[in-house]
């Protein structure tokens, strides 16, 4: 068939995109109602298609299925166990560090909170299969350290009324908190510790954070208070939650229309890491490769102290005035003017666009809480910019701080504020959302620029947003 062909008006567009077939039969005397049970036929149909594509063809190219399988092989989402998992197996991740230049060695080192998202399974939903694959393959912002310890996925009702208690009942039933704290310390099946995870991320001496020296020193109580302060007490938990309002049992992943909503709810958690807790755990859990005492090993296990802490949530739908969702809006109307080829829409910009609203939820969520809000290096001084841009949720008017770390002699970090910088104009802010996608072209400016004192900062410097 040709290509052009297919160009057709944006009205009639939707109604075929809809009806799942470009030869759905206008103009044959059909009678209203039975177009409409012809439309939600093909309907239905195609959604068949797409379910059974996703549950049989696309399910092993799951890279989150994938680790989960090679850490639990014998375990079901309804029966987790932990008695096997070996932390302490080398898993390669991004370093904490950048540089204005590739190959510079005067790279600037920065520490990121560290994050654990899962969701909430609804498997008797017809999409169910078509967003475990896409959220399973959803790259982590690279705000954040992976701290993925296996299980993503949460069985429950999509939009439950109950979903807080739902989430906090798994939460305490799988010991989650316990099984980030292993994670951190790097548990092996014998029940040792390390500090490889906590000096690799922290950027600290490995040989320094020796626990069993580290804790009768000045300089080693301050530096694993540093790394709790930091790193352990800055590990925070995401779980999404995906409800269609159209359809109280079909989750619709911003579907391609003006008319469809969908509702994604994102839960925040974080983990409780105080004095009382860390003098528990390194007086009388801790153990190493030279010391395996099996009643410290045995308390651990039975320990009950570790906790995680509701923080709060956001809710984002079609209609939300924020980043990427507005963009997505702003181009469906766009498109309503327009002739289109709908050859080049397929369902991987459905995926794109669920994947694209997993991002605005993280946004929202530092936007709301200060906790959660991430620092990030400036990438230039003059002018002042940072590579960040609408991806990160950013708009005309966001406010910074600026922020230089400081190493202290004790080997703890403390940040001193310079100054305030400011989006000024909408135009200053990189369109990052395009990139990928078929949103739209991306930016050929590749950083949002930023209005402040001139002069005063330099790349490699922390900016935070405080608005």
């Known amino acids: 068939m040709n290509r052009s062909c297919l160009k057709i008006t944006a009205p009639l567009a939707f109604v075929i995109l809809f009806s799942g077939c470009v030869g759905a039969p206008i103009g044959y005397g059909v009678q209203a109602n039975s177009m ?5 036929q093909q309907n239905e149909q195609a959604k068949k298609r797409d379910r059974e594509f996703y549950k049989n063809t696309m399910s092993e190219f799951n890279n989150r299925e994938r680790i989960y399988k090679s850490i639990f092989k014998e375990s079901s989402l309804k029966s987790i166990s932990y008695e096997s998992v070996d932390y302490n ?22 520490r990121r909170s560290s994050l654990y998202t899962l969701m909430i399974a609804d498997t008797l939903n017809e999409e169910y299969y078509r967003t475990k694959y896409v959220f399973g393959n959803s790259r982590l912002s690279d705000k954040f350290n992976n701290h993925n310890i296996g299980p993503y996925q949460i069985i429950g009702k999509a939009g439950d009324s109950n979903q807080a208690q739902n989430i906090e009942n798994y939460l305490n039933k799988n010991q989650v908190a316990k099984q980030l704290i292993a994670k951190w310390f790097n548990r092996g099946k014998d029940g040792s510790f390390n500090m490889n995870l906590v ?3 922290g950027e600290y001496n490995a040989s320094e954070l020796d626990v069993k020296i580290a804790l009768h020193t000045v300089r080693g109580k301050a530096m694993l208070k540093d790394a709790g302060e930091e790193l352990i007490g800055n590990t925070f938990v995401v779980v999404y939650d995906f409800e269609s309002n159209e359809n109280n049992r079909n989750i619709v992943p911003f579907k391609y229309s003006l008319n469809s909503e969908i509702t994604i709810r994102a839960y925040l958690y974080r983990l409780v890491w105080d004095d009382y807790t860390a003098a528990v755990f390194y007086n009388d859990y801790w153990l190493d490769k030279n010391s395996l005492e099996s009643s410290r090993k045995t308390a651990f296990e039975n320990s009950d102290i570790f906790k995680l802490k509701y923080i709060g949530n956001v809710v984002i739908d079609e209609h939300s005035n924020t980043g990427i969702v507005k963009h997505n809006r702003e181009v469906l109307k766009k498109f309503e003017k327009e002739t289109i080829d709908w050859n080049d829409i397929n369902s991987n910009q459905t995926d794109a666009a669920l994947k694209n609203a997993l991002n605005v939820c993280l946004n929202e969520l530092e936007r709301k809480y200060e906790e959660f809000r991430t620092k990030f290096p400036l990438y230039s001084g003059n002018p002042i910019a940072a590579k960040v841009g609408k991806k990160e949720g950013l708009k ?4 910074f701080e600026v922020l230089e770390q400081i190493l202290n002699e004790d080997g703890t970090t403390e ?41 005063k900062y330099h790349p490699g410097m922390l900016i935070r947003q405080i608005n």
Do not use: H, L
């Open 36 to 40: 409409k049970e012809w439309q939600q």
């Open 89 to 110: 197996s080398p898993i390669k991740e991004s370093t904490n560090s950048f540089s204005e230049n590739s190959g510079d060695e005067s790279i600037v080192k920065y």
């Open 199 to 201: 000096a690799r991320r």
């Open 396 to 399: 005309e008017g966001d406010t």
């Open 415 to 455: 940040y001193q504020r310079k100054g305030v910088i400011k989006i000024k104009n909408e135009k200053d802010i990189w369109n990052n959302t395009a990139e990928g996608d078929w949103f739209g072209d991306s930016s050929k400016m590749e950083y949002t620029i930023f209005q402040g004192q001139k002069g």
